[in-house]
């Protein structure tokens, strides 16, 4: 079996009959996070007013985002994955959109499983692809239209445990795999001091949010794709 790495969500590769989006900062980390506290189903969208719509239509529903970081006007919660508490989603569907992670995702639900990945989760997510028996794609959704250090961190993590499986990588992997050796034992300065996307959000007073990210495989799930819903593993 093969692993191929998609180094940013809109460029174009090889694909593989099962997917892995990776959105560190912070779709798929809080996506992880609202499944691990009992959420039963996520959808993504791509606009804020298709969530709006969608919450009109159904009172029930949870909507759930970021533009520019920051939670949308009318927004039950936003993308910030310490606001997913069991209080707020056990037993609840949820809406999702964001600027990247909810777009790649969007792009890549089809014919084809696809699973969330984080660093919350990622070795969880590889023993469901090695239970598989099946070659998967990680695609990093990265950050307006350009590769981000933690997305591709994250990969290499997967990478890492699905070569010790005897998986083959292709070179994007390969890349991946090496930015997980540089930064494996310094994740949390990585996601502070060496991403972009980690700056701003420290910026606008979201740094919270990087110390949370950066906890590797403490929720034991794997959500996963059932037509254009996801579900848990």
Avoid at 138 to 162: H, N, Y
């Amino acid at each position: 079996m093969k692993v191929n790495v998609i180094l940013e969500g809109s460029l174009r590769g090889p694909c593989e009959s099962t997917v892995v989006v990776v959105d560190v900062l912070r779709a798929t980390s809080s996506a992880v996070t609202a499944f691990a506290n009992g959420l039963t189903q996520l959808e993504v969208v791509e606009s804020v007013e298709e969530a709006r719509r969608m919450k009109r239509e159904n009172s029930e529903l949870l909507i759930a985002g970021e533009r520019r970081g920051l939670k949308p006007n009318g927004f039950d919660l936003g993308n910030s994955p310490c606001e997913f508490t069991e209080n707020e989603v056990k037993g609840k569907k949820l809406v999702m959109t964001t600027s990247n992670g909810t777009r790649a995702i969007k792009r890549f639900l089809g014919n084809r499983v696809v699973y969330l990945a984080a660093l919350l989760n990622y070795r969880f997510v590889a023993r469901s692809i090695v239970e598989s028996g099946e070659g998967t794609t990680i695609v990093c959704a990265g950050t307006d239209g350009v590769p981000c250090l933690e997305d591709v961190f994250c990969a290499g993590s997967i990478v890492k445990e699905l070569m010790c499986e005897g998986y083959r990588i292709d070179d994007a992997a390969r890349i991946a795999y090496s930015t997980y050796s540089t930064y494996e034992f310094d994740i949390e300065r990585m996601l502070k001091k060496e991403s972009s996307h980690g700056a701003y959000l420290e910026r606008i007073g979201l740094g919270e949010d990087l110390v949370y990210c950066a906890r590797m495989n403490i929720h034991d799930v794997t959500p996963f794709s059932q037509g254009k819903r996801f579900v848990l593993h």
